[in-house]
């Protein structure tokens, strides 16, 4: 549900609010590689950078196959 509304968050360009809600979904789950992924979007949104690489890369260690921490990777010139 906190990944949901995080998301929902990012619709409305508010990537402050998004962070705490993939957090709060991070502490219920800490191997939700989806809401990881979306926390490196948010970050990546604020412009931080080593925060968002950290969470793209811990997205694809819990789940290699997912192509879009991959490519955020790629965005930022990080390696995953």
């Known amino acids: 549900a906190r990944n949901n509304r995080g998301l929902a968050h990012m619709k409305l360009s508010k990537p402050d609010a998004a962070i705490e809600d993939y957090s709060v979904a991070l502490g219920i789950n800490s191997r939700y590689a ?19 690489i950290a969470d793209f890369q811990r997205a694809l260690e819990i789940d290699p196959t997912l192509t879009g921490a991959r490519e955020g990777l790629q965005r930022l010139g990080a390696k995953g």
């Open 34 to 52: 989806l809401a990881f992924n979306n926390r490196g979007y948010a970050y990546e949104a604020k412009g931080l950078k080593p925060e968002a």
